[in-house]
Nanobody, 118 residues
Framework: QVQLVESGGGLVQPGGSLRLSCAASGFTFSSYVMRWYRQAPGKERELVAAISSAGGVTNYADSVKGRFTISRDNVQNTVYLQMNSLKPEDTAVYYC???????????WGQGTQVTVSS
């Protein structure tokens, strides 16, 4: 019973902030790279941020660098995405993803809607 459950999405004004959480269960969380993806209407799903299994390495899409921060808590089995200075173009469904290489095991959450609008 693997689960990835996102929370924290909602409606915010441009310039506002949200913190997304993804609670993981049913697998060895600390062995997995964790990623946040998003998909806006009419666009392909894109990688927003990723964090290595121990949290020592992160990477971000150019569009969110300096505004978003990914972090993880391997005791609480949770990955976060702090989103600041939000823009309307950040509007999308945000998905949590867990991936283990080289075995190729991957899990997805159901997504949480983020809407940035005035």
């Amino acid at each position: 019973q693997v689960q990835l459950v996102e929370s924290g999405g909602g409606l915010v004004q441009p310039g506002g902030s949200l913190r997304l959480s993804c609670a993981a269960s049913g697998f060895t969380f600390s062995s997995y790279v964790m990623r946040w993806y998003r998909q806006a209407p009419g666009k392909e799903r894109e990688l927003v941020a990723a964090i290595s299994s121990a949290g020592g390495v992160t990477n971000y899409a150019d569009s969110v660098k300096g505004r978003f921060t990914i972090s993880r808590d391997n005791v609480q089995n949770t990955v976060y995405l702090q989103m600041n200075s939000l823009k309307p173009e950040d509007t999308a469904v945000y998905y949590c993803n867990a991936d283990r290489r080289p075995i190729g095991r991957t899990y997805w959450g159901q997504g949480t809607q983020v809407t940035v609008s005035s």
